[in-house]
């Protein structure tokens, strides 16, 4: 199954569509409400930085869950996403409201070069074939001066905050050296590598101008979740605190469990 299939399917209403919808909403774990912090960032963000007569993409859109806000105080927005499944969804939570939706994938977006203020591009590039390509189609659809603001899953947290895996993977690493033509390739939906997309990001031509790491995750033991409920929570709140009182901002980062990047089309 190719990689569009993959991301057609895992967002399609017979499979997780409705579990995305939902996730904005009552869903009670910790995925749910780092998904939601990082909905309420990017919301306040472009509130805050983006001017109000800007015209902003919400690239990856889901049901609406960043849509909804923002055309409720009077940002023009229009709305992309690879699954029909979930453009249908986003139709019925905006309503009759005037906001445009169209299908494409982030690699190949259908709008002229220059085109938009914002890209606001939550959660995606981690399902793009190539996060380089991603990159680049961003910087070509932002006017200068532009804003992008791009999140992903954080590979090394996971690793990190489950003991097991973090010998495991110490283990597994020199043999993946020596025998290289072995190598995985990244699954569809995987955790990235930050300083690969920060990478990318800069190659492409876009500036970082804020980072901001949101919440640690489920409670995990050898990659098997022990705990996203209330245990989970606690967790979460203590290692925020820890980190607010011991503000080490690189171990936060790569601990955290999402990256949310705020990068700048900047002008040469």
Same mark, same amino acid.
């Given at each position: 199954m190719s990689w569009k299939q993959q991301a057609q399917e895992r967002f399609s209403v017979a499979k997780d569509a409705n579990k995305w919808a939902d996730i904005y909403k009552d869903a009670a774990g910790v995925e749910a409400a780092m998904f939601r912090k990082r909905r309420d960032f990017t919301v306040r963000y472009v509130l805050g930085e983006i001017p109000k007569n800007a015209c902003v993409l919400d690239l990856g859109c889901g049901a609406g869950p960043v849509l909804e806000p923002l055309h409720q105080a009077g940002i023009t927005c229009l709305g992309m996403d690879y699954s029909m499944d979930m453009l249908s969804l986003a139709r019925k939570n905006l309503g009759a409201a005037e906001v445009p939706l169209i299908q494409g994938e982030c690699e190949k977006i259908p709008l002229p070069d220059n085109s938009v203020d914002c890209i606001v591009c939550l959660g995606v590039i981690s399902y793009a074939f190539s996060v380089d390509g991603?990159?680049?189609?961003?910087?070509?659809v932002l006017k200068d001066g532009g804003v992008a603001i791009v999140s992903y899953r954080n590979r090394y947290n996971e690793m990190l905050? !489950? #003991?097991?895996?973090?010998?495991? *993977? %110490?283990?597994?690493?020199?043999?993946?050296?020596?025998r290289s033509k072995d190598r995985e390739t990244t699954a569809i939906g995987s955790a990235l !590598? #930050?300083?690969?997309?920060?990478? *990318? %990001?800069?190659?492409?031509?876009?500036?970082?101008?804020?980072?901001?790491?949101?919440?640690?995750?489920?409670?995990?033991?050898?990659?098997?979740?022990?705990s996203d409920g209330r245990l989970a929570h606690a967790y979460n709140r203590?290692?925020?605190?820890?980190?607010?009182?011991?503000?080490?901002r690189a171990l936060h980062r790569l601990c955290a469990d999402v990256h949310v990047l705020v990068l700048k089309n900047a002008v040469p």
């Open positions: 991603a990159m680049r189609e961003l910087k070509r905050l !489950d #003991p097991p895996k973090l010998v495991s *993977s %110490a283990l597994k690493k020199p043999v993946r050296w020596l !590598d #930050p300083a690969s997309v920060l990478r *990318s %990001a800069k190659d492409s031509g876009l500036h970082l101008v804020h980072r901001q790491p949101i919440g640690f995750g489920a409670i995990r033991l050898n990659g098997k979740v022990v203590f290692l925020d605190g820890l980190f607010r009182v011991i503000p080490i």
